[in-house]
């Protein structure tokens, strides 16, 4: 029973900081990727960063500079440290699980850049 829960979300202003984080449970098996996409209204679901179980990670371009992801391995959560948040960041960020094709998708948790 895998479930993902993300948390952190919220209202911040522009230049700002959010911590994303991403609880995992029940993992199958010990290689995996997990990433955190987002979706903003009337926007196609996007792909922010990801992270390998083996600590690999991959940017967007609009993330690059500002996103942080990292994990706890112990804990198995994953995190996206977000700086310098922008308007244009502001959507529903969803944790994803994907076990080589096996995938697994949190509920999401909203984030809203504002003055």
């Known amino acids: 029973q895998v479930q993902l829960v993300e948390s952190g979300g919220g209202l911040v202003q522009p230049g700002g900081s959010l911590r994303l984080s991403c609880v995992v449970s029940?993992?199958?098996?010990?290689?995996?990727?997990t990433a955190w996409y987002r979706q903003a209204p009337g926007k196609q679901r996007e792909l922010v960063a990801s992270?390998?179980?083996?600590?690999?990670?991959n940017y967007a371009d609009s993330a690059k500079g500002r996103f942080t992801i990292s994990r706890d391995n112990a804990k198995d959560t994953v995190y996206l440290q977000m700086n310098s948040l922008k308007p244009e960041d502001t959507a529903v960020y969803y944790c994803?699980?994907?076990?080589?094709?096996?995938?697994?998708w949190g509920q999401g948790t909203q984030v809203i850049v504002s003055s």
């Open positions: 994803k699980r994907d076990y080589s094709g096996l995938i697994y």
């Open positions: 992270i390998t179980s083996s600590g690999k990670t």
């Open positions: 029940g993992t199958l098996f010990s290689f995996y990727t």
